[in-house]
């Protein structure tokens, strides 16, 4: 995971560092996130930079989400509990093997976030501190049905929310 800058008015974005910020292929990083790391999603909390992201153990592993947060966008420290949302592991439930894919929005008081499965349906889970998540109850909230587009495609939601209405593209 790198991290680029743009001001405004300016057509280009400039990387802002060397290396990744966030990377894989190192056999210190914990079992959780191994063999890869992706699909950040970033937000300011109380004047830090507060990064969810994608963690894969192995290859063909399950996929959890993660959580690490920076003071100067540059340097990110992972929390100390992570991964933040792993899959259930519970046999015939739709996140049984992986969740990925965070879109997480803060509004006072809570945290929300929506996430892709391992079946390519996508859930929803609240927070009180961004943390500690409980997944909806009736998940999956989104899964695609035939004979429609999105049938067995239904993953990595964005979700943004204008005032009035939730906006979802996936």
Same mark, same amino acid.
């Given at each position: 995971?790198?991290?680029?800058?743009?001001?405004?008015?300016?057509?280009?974005?400039?990387?802002?560092?060397?290396?990744?910020?966030?990377?894989?292929?190192?056999?210190?990083?914990?079992?959780?996130?191994?063999?890869?790391?992706?699909?950040?999603?970033?937000?300011?909390?109380?004047?830090?930079?507060?990064?969810?992201?994608?963690?894969?153990?192995?290859?063909?592993?399950? !996929?959890? $989400? *993660?959580? @690490?947060? &920076?003071? =100067? /966008?540059?340097?990110?420290?992972?929390?100390?509990? #992570? +991964? %933040?949302?792993?899959?259930?592991?519970?046999?015939?439930?739709?996140?049984?093997?992986?969740?990925?894919?965070?879109?997480?929005?803060?509004?006072?008081?809570?945290?929300?976030?929506?996430?892709?499965?391992?079946? !390519?349906? $996508? *859930?929803? @889970?609240? &927070?009180? =501190? /961004?943390?500690?998540?409980?997944?909806?109850?009736? #998940? +999956? %909230?989104?899964?695609?049905?035939?004979?429609?587009?999105?049938?067995?495609?239904?993953?990595?939601?964005?979700?943004?929310?204008?005032?009035?209405?939730?906006?979802?593209?996936?």
């Amino acid at each position: 995971i790198g991290v680029a800058n743009r001001t405004p008015g300016d057509e280009t974005w400039q990387r802002q560092a060397e290396q990744p910020i966030l990377q894989a292929e190192d056999s210190t990083l914990a079992d959780w996130k191994r063999y890869a790391q992706n699909t950040p999603e970033a937000l300011v909390i109380d004047h830090q930079l507060w990064l969810y992201y994608t963690g894969r153990s192995e290859l063909n592993g399950g !996929l959890s $989400i *993660g959580l @690490a947060k &920076s003071n =100067d /966008g540059l340097e990110f420290t992972d929390i100390e509990t #992570n +991964p %933040v949302l792993s899959p259930s592991g519970q046999m015939g439930q739709f996140d049984e093997e992986s969740v990925a894919h965070p879109s997480v929005l803060y509004r006072d008081p809570a945290f929300e976030m929506w996430f892709a499965s391992g079946t !390519l349906d $996508i *859930g929803y @889970a609240l &927070s009180a =501190d /961004g943390i500690t998540w409980e997944k909806y109850c009736d #998940n +999956p %909230v989104i899964t695609g049905s035939e004979p429609s587009w999105d049938h067995e495609k239904v993953k990595a939601p964005e979700v943004v929310f204008d005032g009035d209405t939730y906006w979802m593209t996936y």
